[in-house]
């Protein structure tokens, strides 16, 4: 039963503007004597509370709001607007759209500044804005501070700059670990944290249900067959790296996306620094790898078209463009095999899909009025899912997806995502086809169901899109999970770590003062300056002087002489017969003739591969071009 509703008084706030809640007042008394970070799950009022802040610390000097679009930074200028007395003029909205002069203007007049990160991040730099007069800075979805994100180097020159800084970040999930949370916290001064959950005693009057379901389909026969062959490609690739010396702590069919994704970081850092050689082998076949394996996923967690949209779009293009990992996928017999069965999967219904239908006309059938969000990670199955569901009578459809433009798709104006949640509210649609962007902090219509065509495995991401629903009135969260793919592993990954996240952050507030002083920050690139020696003690204080972390080696690469893969190319090219022969065989042979090394062999037979000189007619063969 939900408490019964008492409103705050204040001479800048609006009759019955801002609910009286307990734990709200308890948060606010931590937010005003330390740099606090508010952890609430969604549609429990983190923005009411950095509205009470900032009522209070107006008089003392002019506030800053930040978040990281436009569209969350023009939400809570309206939120403001509406429940406040500040003067529209006092209220100032500044992103990047505007010109320097123009800037200059609004941060001087502006009692309050509405920003995205960016943009204060480029005039503190330039000299164009100071924040010694900042009484307030409040991070919105403060668990981006991570990093170089521009929030990081705005509060490096808050700290620097004013005499009595005091920051609010607000966030729903800070992150999955320890070192993740305190990161956020060291790099934004934090010396508090207020968190709440939906069992907290002060927070269960407000709270709505959600109820949570998850539901298994069976991807059909024909998704398993390119699945099975894109994962035999990437094995082959696996090999390769491991031919290098690379990877090699796994068996090939066990190395994850997640490891092609470090390696590729790694390799991208220390070709950065200068290194190169045998780095760019490693880079071409690791880049092929990781495509491959994103390849995999799409198959099992979306479906053909989306996989195919990849393909056409992206892949060939990077092979015209001379990326020589993605032309290798293209001159691969298997993936030939593959696009082939692919075909096939286009006349197979998606189960998906089916499934999608039936949770979306159960609801509408069984409240007429009811608004559904469904979310996907990529523009291509909103697009696909939208031709699927146009022509049910049930449901009336549109996408909402980012700005940007992506792959020759537009994406959507501010204007358009305005209108489109318009329409969801006035209920000339009832079902909202979503990537990320509908995600984080935007004020979405009352939401019954959130669907998600596929898990996600990052315990932010589930937190978020799950917060979508139970804002006012209770809500259903359904899961759609293929059988035996990386859904599944998708699915238990983002749970169990938001499990974990909940533990860390309850235990979070003791540990802090420790984990500040022991956390080791990245270096960062952010100042131009030294120090000041008389500064104001705060938990960010000493960022610049610490030593950056030990990078961790992935890999320590065999060495090969060149001579011996020298010998080892001359004998290829003269022995490798006509006929397919495994490369066991070639390995043995190569052993026992010229006394070489399956090292040497192997880093061969790939550079001859690449070359376009032998190629691999299935796995584990090889045979003259």
């Known amino acids: 039963m939900l408490a019964e509703k008492r409103y705050i008084w204040h001479p800048m706030l609006k009759e019955k503007a801002v609910e009286d809640r307990l734990y709200q007042n308890r948060i606010l008394e931590k937010a005003r004597q330390y740099n606090t970070l508010v952890v609430l799950p969604t549609a429990l009022g983190k923005t009411v509370i950095a509205l009470l802040l900032?009522?209070?610390?107006?008089?003392?000097?002019?506030?800053f709001f930040l978040a990281p679009t436009r569209p969350l930074v023009q939400q809570h200028h309206q939120t403001?607007?509406?429940?406040?007395?500040?003067?529209?003029?006092?209220?100032?909205?500044?992103?990047?759209?505007?010109?320097?002069?123009?800037?200059?203007?609004?941060?001087?007049?502006?009692?309050?500044?509405?920003?995205?990160?960016?943009?204060?991040?480029n005039d503190l730099k330039s000299g164009l804005l100071r924040l010694d007069d900042v009484s307030l800075i409040i991070f919105d979805e403060?668990?981006?501070?991570?990093?170089?994100?521009?929030?990081?180097?705005?509060?490096?020159?808050?700290?620097?700059?004013?005499?009595?800084?005091?920051?609010?970040?607000?966030?729903?999930?800070?992150?999955?670990?320890?070192?993740?949370?305190a990161e956020v916290c060291k790099n934004l001064g934090i010396t508090a944290i207020e968190h709440r959950t939906d069992e907290d005693k002060d927070v269960r009057p407000y709270i709505q249900p959600i109820e949570v379901e998850w539901r298994?389909?069976?991807?059909?026969?024909?998704?398993?067959?390119?699945?099975?062959?894109?994962?035999?490609?990437?094995?082959?690739?696996?090999?390769?790296?491991?031919?290098?010396?690379?990877?090699?702590?796994?068996?090939?069919?066990?190395?994850?996306?997640?490891?092609?994704?470090?390696?590729?970081?790694?390799l991208q850092r220390r070709l950065g620094s200068g290194e190169g050689g045998y780095l760019y082998q490693i880079k071409v076949q690791a880049t092929a790898a990781l495509s491959i394996a994103h390849m995999i996923e799409?198959?099992?967690?979306?479906?053909?078209?989306?996989?195919?949209?990849?393909?056409?779009?992206?892949?060939?293009?990077?092979?015209?463009?001379?990326?020589?990992?993605?032309?290798?996928?293209?001159?691969?017999?298997?993936?030939?095999?593959?696009?082939?069965?692919?075909?096939?999967?286009?006349?197979?219904?998606?189960?998906k899909v089916n499934e999608l239908i039936k949770v979306l006309?159960?609801?509408?059938?069984?409240?007429?009025?009811?608004?559904?969000?469904?979310?996907?990670?990529?523009?291509?199955?909103?697009?696909?899912?939208?031709?699927?569901?146009?022509?049910?009578?049930?449901?009336?459809?549109?996408?909402?997806?980012?700005?940007?433009?992506?792959?020759?798709?537009?994406?959507?104006?501010?204007?358009?995502?305005?209108?489109?949640?318009?329409?969801l509210r006035g209920?000339?649609?009832?079902?909202?086809?979503?990537?990320?962007?509908?995600?984080?902090?935007?004020?979405?219509?009352?939401?019954?169901?959130?669907?998600?065509?596929?898990?996600?495995?990052?315990?932010?991401?589930?937190?978020?899109?799950?917060?979508?629903?139970?804002?006012?009135?209770?809500?259903?969260v359904t899961i759609l999970i293929a059988e035996d793919t990386v859904d599944e592993a998708f699915y238990w990954s983002s749970i169990s770590r938001a499990r974990k996240m909940k533990r860390i952050i309850s235990q979070l507030n003791r540990k802090l003062p420790e984990l500040l002083q022991e956390t080791v920050r990245p270096a960062t690139t952010l100042m131009d300056y030294q120090p000041q020696k008389q500064q104001a003690t705060t938990g960010i204080q000493n960022l610049q002087t610490q030593v950056p972390p030990t990078k961790k080696e992935l890999w320590k690469p065999q060495t090969i002489q060149m001579k011996s893969l020298s010998q080892a190319l001359k004998w290829l090219m003269e022995k490798l017969p006509n006929q397919t022969i495994t490369i066991e065989e070639v390995v043995k042979q190569a052993a026992e003739e010229e006394d070489l090394e399956r090292a040497a062999v192997e880093t061969a037979i790939w550079r001859l591969t690449q070359q376009g000189q032998i190629y691999q007619p299935e796995p584990g063969k090889i045979r003259r071009i």
């Open 54 to 63: 900032v009522l209070e610390k107006a008089g003392e000097g002019k506030i």
């Open 80 to 121: 403001f607007l509406d429940k406040t007395w500040f003067d529209e003029g006092e209220l100032a909205l500044v992103t990047g759209r505007y010109p320097p002069n123009q800037r200059s203007a609004l941060y001087k007049r502006a009692r309050v500044v509405f920003a995205t990160p960016q943009c204060v991040w």
């Open 142 to 181: 403060a668990h981006r501070a991570r990093g170089n994100y521009a929030y990081v180097g705005i509060a490096t020159y808050y700290f620097r700059q004013c005499r009595k800084p005091l920051v609010l970040g607000l966030t729903a999930s800070p992150g999955g670990s320890e070192e993740k949370i």
């Open 216 to 266: 298994r389909v069976k991807p059909p026969e024909q998704y398993l067959a390119v699945r099975d062959r894109l994962r035999q490609m990437l094995v082959e690739r696996v090999k390769g790296l491991q031919a290098l010396g690379v990877l090699t702590d796994k068996q090939p069919a066990f190395i994850t996306r997640r490891d092609l994704v470090e390696l590729n970081d790694e």
């Open 298 to 351: 799409l198959i099992e967690s979306q479906g053909p078209e989306t996989l195919e949209a990849f393909i056409e779009k992206t892949l060939k293009r990077m092979a015209m463009e001379g990326s020589k990992g993605h032309q290798s996928i293209l001159n691969d017999p298997l993936f030939i095999e593959a696009k082939k069965a692919l075909k096939n999967c286009m006349a197979t219904q998606n189960p």
């Open 361 to 423: 006309e159960a609801q509408i059938q069984a409240k007429p009025d009811s608004r559904l969000i469904v979310f996907t990670q990529y523009r291509d199955t909103v697009n696909a899912l939208l031709k699927a569901l146009n022509n049910n009578s049930w449901l009336k459809v549109e996408r909402f997806i980012g700005q940007g433009e992506r792959e020759g798709d537009p994406g959507m104006t501010q204007e358009l995502q305005r209108e489109v949640l318009e329409k």
């Open 427 to 476: 209920g000339e649609i009832n079902v909202l086809i979503a990537t990320s962007i509908a995600e984080e902090g935007l004020d979405i219509p009352e939401v019954d169901h959130v669907v998600f065509y596929e898990p996600v495995p990052s315990e932010i991401r589930y937190i978020q899109r799950r917060g979508r629903t139970g804002r006012r009135v209770a809500g259903k």
